[in-house]
């Protein structure tokens, strides 16, 4: 069955790093968005990747290896807005798509 | 700032009323979605329209009726809910249907169900 998962809550300091994880077993893969959500507001686009390896953009950085079905963001010195909901979202076969439940990040001073 | 707005934003509704909810996209998109989001659970994708024809409803209740007036337009209308439909609904807009292209979300509506 389709299924991912992600952490349900991390916490870190500001100015450091951070990787949440992202794993999943959907019928077939057509690509994986990473979407942030502050608290009572819209998600908004993060990342996109559809071949394996390391997309960076600027302080956020996502990878992806198909063949394990993980995926990953990382985000470098932390900024306390960063504090935010991080969904990740795999694209099936069909174009249909499937959504985790999200990783709250809760940024500390 | 987004493309796409949502109103209300808060909606606190009886059991027994009907109500709409409703999304506008203004960024020349040709599909848009609803979407359900309660508490840290996935987003639940309600339906979806591509060029005005509903391409996908997944096994909503009835009591959730969408419209579709044209490709900037999205209502969502509500009728004898049930105290487990409170939750964040969402409306998106992407440029083509299908899961493949990135959506764009509005704010949302926070519905409460008494």
């Known amino acids: 069955g389709q299924n991912i998962d992600q952490p349900t809550e991390m916490t870190a300091t500001e100015g450091a790093i951070v990787q949440i994880n992202c794993t999943y077993q959907t019928s077939g893969f057509n690509g994986l968005f990473w979407y942030q959500q502050h608290a009572g507001e819209a998600p908004t686009f993060l990342s996109y990747?559809?071949l394996d390896g390391l997309e960076e953009k600027g302080r956020f950085s996502s990878f992806l290896s198909r063949s394990k079905g993980y995926s990953y963001l990382l985000l470098k010195e932390l900024q306390m807005k960063d504090s935010a909901s991080y969904l990740c979202?795999?694209?099936?076969?069909?174009?249909?798509?499937?959504w985790g439940a999200g990783t709250k990040l809760i940024i500390k001073p | 700032e987004t493309g796409v707005t949502q109103t209300p934003r808060h909606l606190v509704m009886g059991m027994t009323n009907k109500k709409s909810l409703k999304c506008e996209q203004h960024?020349?998109?040709?599909?848009m979605y609803w979407y359900k989001q309660s508490a840290k659970k996935p987003l639940e994708l309600m339906f979806v329209y591509n060029f005005k024809e509903q391409t996908e409803n997944n096994s909503v209740p009835s009591r959730f009726s969408p419209e579709c007036p044209n490709s900037s337009h999205l209502f969502l209308h509500l009728h004898t809910l049930q105290p487990e439909d409170s939750a964040l609904y969402l409306c998106?807009?992407?440029?083509?249907?299908?899961?493949?292209?990135?959506?764009?979300f509005g704010p949302g509506t926070r519905l409460t169900v008494t």
């Open positions: 990747n559809v």
């Open positions: 979202a795999v694209i099936e076969s069909n174009y249909q798509l499937i």
């Open positions: 960024l020349g998109h040709n599909a």
């Open positions: 998106a807009s992407s440029q083509e249907g299908g899961g493949a292209g990135e959506q764009y």
